[in-house]
């Protein structure tokens, strides 16, 4: 499949580099850019020599700004009120049953829609031009999917905060990484090539223990806390016969770590 919205390309590294690429609609996403993504997500699920994921986007001014409104929405008008489709369906790579770690770059405006990206990202950095909002409420629509989907990323205060603020308020790099909507800032230069050394470094470990990882972490939101711990264990018994096989542990070469 060819992609009209997206850029796609893997590296020697085992990354694939996925890169919305609507600058001139500041990245927003359509139903093209979704059926896109079904595919592309896919196309990573299924291959083997692909072990960390990218996410990025192209232009100066924004990551993305939600869903592209000047084309209607999101919404299908054709639809009944109970067959609208949440986006994150389509975009979402926990949703797309991808395990491979992703890796999401922010810079610029993350509006709104956005959240779909970061909400289901494993690693989210950002530069320190990076504005994060939810515009929903200035516009009289309902916040409530991407808030929602954020709670297990940022505090409650910070969430309520920023969907019931609207188009008021904008939350800086800095405050980003206070709140751990980000666990990292870097300048603009530097973002993408930070992001792949840090996809690179996960490509790096053994696959077996990358993907248990997410998983198990990624299903325990679901889940009671004892059920979530127990239900962690399988991944254990299954993950670590085939990652153990895969390092010699006692002769492994020391890491050139960074204190973050």
Request: charged share 25%.
């Amino acid at each position: 499949m060819t992609y009209d919205t997206l850029l796609y390309d893997e590296d020697a590294r085992g990354i694939a580099l996925v890169t919305l690429n609507r600058p001139e609609f500041m990245n927003a996403f359509d139903r093209q850019m979704g059926l896109e993504f079904v595919d592309v997500w896919a196309r990573i699920r299924k291959s083997e020599s692909i072990k960390a994921v990218v996410l990025r986007a192209a232009g100066d001014r924004a990551f993305c700004t939600g869903a592209d409104v000047k084309k209607g929405g999101w919404a299908d008008k054709t639809q009944g009120p109970f067959d609208l489709e949440d986006p994150s369906g389509y975009l979402g790579p926990k949703q797309n049953r991808v395990w491979k770690p992703v890796v999401c770059a922010v810079h610029g405006l993350c509006a709104g829609g956005a959240f779909y990206f970061i909400n289901e990202s494993d690693i989210v950095i950002c530069s320190d031009d990076a504005q994060f909002f939810d515009p929903h409420v200035t516009f009289g629509l309902v916040s409530a999917v991407e808030p929602v989907g954020a709670m297990g990323r940022m505090p409650l205060a910070d969430i309520t905060r920023m969907a019931l603020m609207g188009n008021d308020e904008r939350i800086s790099a800095s405050t980003a990484l206070r709140i751990s909507l980000v666990t990292e800032v870097t300048n603009r230069p530097e973002l993408w090539s930070r992001a792949e050394e840090i996809a690179a470094t996960l490509a790096n470990k053994p696959a077996a223990a990358i993907q248990g990882t997410v998983k198990a972490i990624w299903e325990s939101a679901d889940l009671p806390r004892t059920m979530a711990v127990a239900n962690a264990l399988k991944y254990c018994q299954l993950g670590n016969p085939i990652g153990k096989a895969e390092v010699d542990r006692w002769n492994t070469p020391r890491a050139k770590w960074r204190l973050r």
